[in-house]
């Protein structure tokens, strides 16, 4: 038999993000739980940055996923812990290489803190998602999203974005 609260999850893997549309939200680790409380769920997600534009988006896309499946939810922002690239599933990688994105290729670092302008170490690389060369440069440290740097591969000469570690 399955529970409400695992039905629910079934129902919002099917839930994309709006910005990157061939990953769903579970996924990217945005969606973190689902409670049972008394005859509704408690659906509870984390932005990847606190001013991520996407959420109220995000929000209505989960309510009404579950609306149409019958299921009666709350939807809780939660803010701490902070998202951190180390929820992405291997799955969300696979996928996000495939359109073009590199995902993030190192963990998180500890201290849980974003450092937009930590300089990458020495004979850290990022892959092209074209073609694999990691002949690549950085030429923005922003790119599409501020979650994400522009880089261009120096090999195929693509531009791509880079999910950034955090």
């Given amino acids: 038999m399955v529970t ?5 999850w079934h129902v919002l893997d099917t839930v994309a993000d709006p910005e990157i549309p061939v990953v769903s939200i579970r996924e990217l680790g945005i969606l973190r739980e689902v409670n049972e409380r008394g005859d509704t769920l408690e659906v509870v997600i984390t932005p990847t940055y606190s001013g991520c534009p996407a959420m109220g988006q995000i929000e209505d896309d989960v309510r009404a996923a579950l609306a149409a499946s019958d299921i009666r939810a709350d939807i809780v922002t939660r803010l701490a ?8 599933t291997d ?9 073009g994105i590199a995902p993030p290729h190192t963990r ?7 450092q937009f302008m930590k300089p990458r170490a020495r004979g850290e690389s990022v892959a092209c998602p074209q073609c694999g060369s990691t ?3 950085e030429t923005s440290h922003f790119g599409s999203t501020a979650c994400k740097a522009l ?6 000469r693509e531009p791509f974005d880079h999910f950034k570690p955090y």
């Fill in 135 to 137: 002949n690549t440069t």
């Fill in 81 to 88: 812990p902070a998202w951190t690239t180390d929820w992405m």
């Fill in 108 to 114: 998180a670092p500890s201290d849980n803190v974003v």
């Fill in 4 to 8: 409400r609260a695992e039905y629910a």
């Fill in 151 to 156: 880089y261009r591969c120096l090999d195929c």
């Fill in 91 to 99: 799955a969300a990688k696979d996928k996000l290489r495939a359109y």
